[in-house]
Nanobody
Framework: QVQLVESGGGLVQAGDSLRLSCAASGRTFSSYAMGWFRQAPGREREFVAAISRSGGSRYYADSVKGRFTISRDNAKNMMTLQMNSLKPEDTAVYYC??????????????????????WGQGTQVTVSS
């Protein structure tokens, strides 16, 4: 069991940068592959990025590739999403999620919402033009 809390959202201008953080409880954080998802009004929740347990593998949605960077620090029980060159279409509630499965994450399964067992409450990101 792990509890997740997102922070760092806010209102920014197009082209600005923002860093989101996800703090996890407990001392087993390194047992979980982690992901970021987002949901905009009127849209389904969509995959943003994922990272393996060790941090050695990272996966990104095409819409954010080259602009966003997912990272983790297992010693601090922390995952981050660095967002650069933000666009109005990035506006959404951003959620962090944890995958407790022992099988390794891959390009094919990282975007699957049902892969993840635990979710945070979300943090709002708004990008104005």
């Amino acid at each position: 069991q792990v509890q997740l809390v997102e922070s760092g959202g806010g209102l920014v201008q197009a082209g600005d940068s923002l860093r989101l953080s996800c703090a996890a409880s407990g001392r087993t954080f390194s047992s979980y592959a982690m992901g970021w998802f987002r949901q905009a009004p009127g849209r389904e929740r969509e995959f943003v990025a994922a990272i393996s347990r060790s941090g050695g593998s990272r996966y990104y949605a095409d819409s954010v590739k080259g602009r966003f960077t997912i990272s983790r620090d297992n010693a601090k029980n922390m995952m981050t999403l660095q967002m650069n060159s933000l666009k109005p279409e990035d506006t959404a509630v951003y959620y962090c999620a944890a995958d407790s499965q022992t099988a390794g994450i891959s390009f094919y399964v990282a975007p699957r919402i049902d892969r993840y067992d635990y979710w945070g409450q979300g943090t709002q990101v708004t990008v104005s033009s």
